[in-house]
């Protein structure tokens, strides 16, 4: 089993930044890929940003050169950098994991209690 600890949420005005972090603790040798996904108020989760073992990133189109992901294996701790936020990033921020890769099916099944954004225009 594998536990995920987000934090650094919080309010934020339109062009601001914040950055968020997921401690990972239990069974971490275990763990491939990870991520972050959002869920506004009556929306779908989505994915914002992946990163593999290895380094490799995936961001969804909105939020390219705006956020990036980063992940500091000593700690154990997932990032995301927030730049430039925008009313529209306003959501509950989590943070997920997996043993497989990020373009594979199904890939996260560890998942944190989330961190809520909300950014004030």
């Known amino acids: 089993q594998v536990q995920l600890v987000e934090s650094g949420g919080g309010l934020v005005q339109a062009g601001g930044s914040l950055r968020l972090s997921c401690a990972a603790s239990?069974?971490?040798?275990?763990?491939?890929?990870m991520g972050w996904y959002r869920q506004a108020p009556g929306k779908e989760r989505e994915l914002v940003a992946a990163?593999?073992?290895?380094?490799?990133?995936y961001y969804r189109s909105s939020v390219k050169g705006r956020f990036t992901i980063s992940r500091d294996n000593a700690k154990n701790t997932l990032y995301l950098q927030m730049n430039s936020l925008k009313p529209e990033d306003t959501a509950m921020y989590y943070c997920?994991?997996?043993?497989?890769?990020?373009?594979?099916?199904?890939?996260?099944?560890?998942w944190g209690q989330g961190t809520l954004v909300t950014v004030s225009s």
């Open positions: 997920a994991a997996g043993d497989r890769g990020f373009g594979e099916p199904d890939p996260f099944h560890y």
């Open positions: 990163i593999s073992s290895g380094g490799s990133t």
């Open positions: 239990g069974s971490i040798f275990s763990i491939n890929s």
